[in-house]
């Protein structure tokens, strides 16, 4: 069967960008999680845990998890610091019905508050969490120096800025397998297990088209963001930035 791909996110505008994030997370949400796992092997839960522990509460005792999906970097925070209040922002409202079940099942509610918002444009004041975050969500966001000047506006004076994102491998040799495995692989297995595996091209295409990590970390500095430090995971299939708002 043909599977229909979205174009390349180079050849499309910020605003067709967005609805193509938005109808693709809104009809994969079902299957999500599981092909999170499947697909990586688990090794999103550990690059979650990695980054969870990482995380310094000095001041608020608040946390601000962006773009938070089905909600597992929130959950994953609430269980590991349960002393902090946990907030978790996106704007495709399916994934949020998604992570309000899951933290029921866990009994966290109590804990995470779940929003819809814009990443643009946050609903917070300034200064007013500990640690902000976003996993695997500013690669699907056109405006990134906007996304991570809110995310600065927002945390505390010596408060960390964190972003665990997938980039493509640079070594030689892994790399010609990371991208057989992207493009050819992984829309496979995705066709077999879920109803819009045209999303897993758009995923591939993302990761490929997202700057190294190097360039990354200048980003974030030339947004103001300080002592940024990348941490690469996985033979540096993700990596995890870490950032300070001085």
Sequence with gaps: MKINKYPSVKKVSDEERIGMVKEIFSTITGRYDFLNHFLSMRRD??????????????KTKNFLDIACGTGDLSIGASL???????????????????????????????????????????????????????????????????????????????????????TFIQNRFFKMLYYIYLNFLLPLLAKIFSKNAAAYYYLADSIMNFPTPEEFAVIMRENGISNVKICPLTFGITCLYIGEKL
Excluded at 45 to 58: G, L, N
Excluded at 143 to 166: H, N, P, Y
Aim: aromatic residues 8%.
């Design 45 to 58: 839960v550990a690059w979650r845990r990695f980054s969870v522990q990482k995380m310094v509460f000095p």
């Design 80 to 166: 590991e610091h349960d002393k902090v209040s946990v907030t978790g922002v996106d704007f495709v409202y399916p994934m949020l019905q998604i992570a309000k079940e899951k933290a029921e099942k866990k009994n966290l509610s109590d804990r995470i508050n779940f929003l819809q918002g814009n990443a643009l444009s946050l609903p917070f004041c300034e200064n007013s969490f500990d640690v902000t975050a976003m996993a695997f969500g500013i690669r699907n966001i056109p405006q990134k120096d906007r996304a991570l000047r809110e995310m600065l506006r927002v945390t505390v004076s010596g408060g960390q800025i964190m972003i665990l994102e997938m």
